[in-house]
């Protein structure tokens, strides 16, 4: 009728196919070079941790908790160490852990300098910009199904997904945090005569720092939830503990995965944060704070009463 | 004295199309006007000016004046449209972009109002970021970052950080960092407005005081003009971009070019402005302490004109003593005797005061004097008196 008359086809998902079988035959080797990359990195986190008695790894959380957040949250990461144990999932929150560090610092390593490049030229910004929202946009499961065909089923096709969905924070908040950059520091450091390159490391990566750690930790956060939601394609992992629990309707196993999850979050969500509130470049808290206790003790800080 | 920065037909037009508006310029058209036809704003037109070398140049003008536009055009943080500044005789306009970047390490450095200091930087880091951007190794940067720290005093807080600082202590971390760079060139725009009024004037005098040691040559750029005549050897007063009058403090506030440089001065301090030596007037007479004049012969001369005053000095009129008819005629009855001496027929209460001596100085004395103020050169030279009537005068001048 009428309506068969007005029905258009754009057959968007023919052309993707095609694009995708295109890449398959004639990028192998690109493909393959990325596969063992990842996986090189990978192994080198996962392996390393997993190779770590637990009580020492165990020890190193708190130790880092303490540190960095204080005494009550480092009581916190004792109780939370012995919830993971306790529950024996220790080895997939290792797992975890080891998957959304190496995925985060690919994302990182590729994020903060697109995040750099679109804060000095608008032009990069203006192509990135859609580009990160269709990025954030899109459902995350969306992103398996390439990451599966390209890289078949496990850790590698799991830590690609990741770090295209973990990437978007890290490069927005480089390029906002360099933008947001006074322009009387702009002119301060230009008008002692930095070059381009000086300007950008002595005063703009230095004052961008806070947006740029809050990437981090978003960027570490949105790393977590897609590893999880990786292992459908094989991860591994907490998320594979969930997976099963919804497999097999045991809503016991289902949420000790998902509180394992909750705790991993908790504790790299706050450490992550403290780097960011840090308010110079060296932590002004340990051994930099001690120093400068004894410091003022010198002539140096004589004439400060 | 040198001429260290020489700025000639210096425009900077804002806005897509600067040939066309420089073209209605040209043809005389106002800043507004051209705003209109073109959607371009005029910053700066015709700016033309000499600094001398040690000279603190002072360009001062209310906000959107193009005060701030001029000052960083002469280290093109902002390049200039059209015109030359010339430093040390070379054409910094023409200059390619490493010649220029030697420029601002060596030759030029600036002081913001903002104080724009590096927050994660250590107040010594902060001082040394000039040197440190130009290479120069870390022991020797510090160690002259640590000197100019001592000069502005803050050697004690190296190792502080900036937002452990008060205002003025901050600023005087900008100057540091500025003073570090051993440039001869000093660009300070609006550098002390941001401070309380106290800490201003203090960074005034200290700013003179260091310019007393060791002498820079200063732009500094101003919309207070209580600060310019404190700090300026010169003023330049900018009017919607352009240059309305350069002149000294006195010529400023003696001969305002127009209304606008006037209205600068409504609630100014004259008594700042002017000296003893600027106001001092020959209206006494002078008798000449020499052979053949003696105290009578000054009586006569003091009656014949019909003066009850009269100051007395010597062949290199140098300054000796006031006296009046009462006490040359007291002192001559006293010694009938012999020759009376002139030590007898000055008046004691009446004391000389140098020309440099401000007016709040001066005030008190005349005010509280029956006799008036003779004022004395460095040399010792008599100038003239100031009495009542010239400083009233004065006082007047800008009410």
Known sequence: ?305 | MQEKVVVKGLYKIFGPEPEQALALLDQGLSKDEIFEHTRTTVGVQNAEFAIREGEVFVIMGLSGSGKSTLVRMLNRLIEPTRGQVLIDGQDITQMGKQALIELRRSVVSMVFQSFALMPHRSVLENAAFGLEVSGMHKEERHARASRALETVGLAPYADSYPDELSGGMQQRVGLARALATEAPILLMDEAFSALDPLIRTEMQDELVRLQSTQAHTIVFISHDLDEAIRIGDRIAIMEGGSIVQIGTPEEIVTRPANDYVRSFFYGVDVSKVFNAGDIAADDVLTVFERTGVNLRAALAQLRDRGRTLGVVIDRGRQYRGMVSINSLAAAAARGAGEEPRWEAAFIGEVAPTPADAGLSDVLGRVAGSDYPVPVVGADGRYLGIVDKTILLQTLDKTT
């Open chain 1, 1 to 305: 009728m009428a309506n068969d008359n007005l029905q258009i086809e754009i057959p968007v998902g023919e052309w993707v196919e095609a694009g995708v079988d295109w890449i398959q035959v004639n990028l192998t080797g690109v493909l393959d070079g990325i596969s063992d990359v990842l996986a090189a990195v990978i192994d080198a986190f996962e392996g390393t941790l997993l190779a770590m008695p637990p009580l020492v790894l165990a020890g190193l959380i708190v130790g880092l908790a303490t540190w960095r957040v204080g005494w009550r949250f480092g009581l916190f990461a004792v109780a939370a160490m012995a919830l993971l144990f306790g529950m024996d999932i220790w080895d997939e929150t290792v797992s975890t852990l080891g998957l959304v560090i190496a995925s985060s610092l690919v994302a990182l390593a590729i994020g903060i300098p697109i995040g750099i490049a679109m804060a000095r030229n608008d032009s990069v910004e203006a192509v990135v910009r859609p580009l990160l929202d269709f990025m954030q946009t899109m459902p995350p499961f969306v992103y398996l199904i390439p990451a599966a065909i390209f890289f078949g089923l496990g850790k590698v096709p799991g830590a690609i997904a990741t770090l295209i969905f973990a990437m978007p924070p890290a490069v927005r908040l480089t390029n906002l945090g360099i933008r947001q950059v006074g322009e009387e520091h702009i002119e301060a450091g230009q008008a002692f005569g930095c070059t381009g390159r000086q300007l950008l490391v002595k005063v703009q990566l230095p004052l961008a720092m806070p947006s740029i750690m809050a990437g981090i930790n978003q960027t570490i956060m949105l790393a977590l939830s897609m590893v999880v939601i990786a292992s459908m394609i094989g991860a591994g992992g907490l998320g594979n503990t969930v997976l099963t629990g919804i497999q097999r309707l045991d809503v016991g196993l289902g949420f000790e995965g998902g509180l394992g999850v909750v705790l991993l979050a908790i504790l790299l969500d706050r450490i992550t944060q403290s780097f960011g509130t840090a308010r110079r470049g060296a932590a002004p808290s340990g051994l930099a704070r001690l120093k400068r206790l004894f410091a003022a003790d010198g002539p140096g800080a004589s004439g400060r009463g």
